[in-house]
């Protein structure tokens, strides 16, 4: 069968509130989020597992705060210019990955955190883990990380989980069966890692094979322990 290729899509991600899956997982960082700015010292960092609402959350926060965005595990990057960004929201996103790019050093960082609450700026920081375990080989860095309010995601539950699977699909491209939200949610580990994981691996089946995204395809591909209750 012929290889088949999927057009990549050409709408932009939607960050708004409204299309966030809100859970009692995600109320401690929604709570958090929205206590701005009346953030202590005009700082945040908001920390949870990856594919769990995250970077969703932050980047609501800065299109309603207008805060500029910096990727700090990206690279290629010019040196930031600190005098530009004081007084004004900052979102780092990958704080805590930050060692993997050019953008956000040690020094770089503990300069924006003194800054976060002079002259009205506030920063929030993103990451996988709390602060208080990322690297810091700046010895006052380190102090201001472990004094970082924090608000964390949790673990999803089914809330979260469905949108973050009907959300990978998007971004994929892909339009699955209806059945197959049902199937999956049934039998996939509850963890956001493992259900973008089985997605991906369902699109690259999809693309190899010819074949539609559907309970079949999910069967062949994705071990269910034994499960073979998956033909249409």
């Known amino acids: 069968m012929p290889r088949q290729f999927r057009l990549p899509l050409t709408a932009p991600p939607c960050w708004d509130r409204e299309s966030f899956a809100s859970s009692p997982t995600n109320l401690e960082a929604l709570e958090g989020l929205d206590a701005w700015p009346a953030w202590p010292d005009g700082r945040m960092a908001l920390v949870g597992p990856a594919g769990t609402g995250k970077s969703h959350l932050a980047r609501d926060w800065a299109a309603r705060t207008g805060a500029v965005t910096i990727e700090a595990a990206s690279t290629g990057n010019a040196p930031l210019d600190l005098a530009a960004l004081r007084g004004r929201p900052l979102l780092v996103e990958d704080a805590d990955r930050r060692s993997e790019g050019d953008l956000v050093d040690d020094e770089t960082l503990f300069h924006l955190i003194n800054m976060a609450g002079v002259d009205g700026g506030s920063l929030l920081l993103t990451g996988r883990l709390a602060p208080v375990a990322w690297e810091a080989a700046v010895p006052d860095l380190r102090s201001r990380l472990n004094a970082l309010t924090v608000a964390r995601v949790m673990e999803p539950d089914d809330i979260v989980l469905e949108a973050v699977l009907r959300r990978a699909f998007e971004a994929a491209g892909i339009r699955p069966t209806g059945d197959l939200y049902p199937y999956l949610m049934a039998r996939l580990p509850r963890s956001a890692a493992e259900v973008l994981a089985a997605v991906a691996a369902l699109d690259e089946a999809s693309i190899e094979?010819?074949?539609?995204?559907?309970?079949?395809?999910?069967?062949?591909?994705?071990?269910?322990?034994?499960?073979?209750?998956?033909?249409?």
């Open 209 to 232: 094979q010819g074949r539609e995204v559907n309970k079949a395809l999910a069967l062949s591909v994705l071990d269910f322990g034994g499960d073979d209750d998956g033909e249409d």
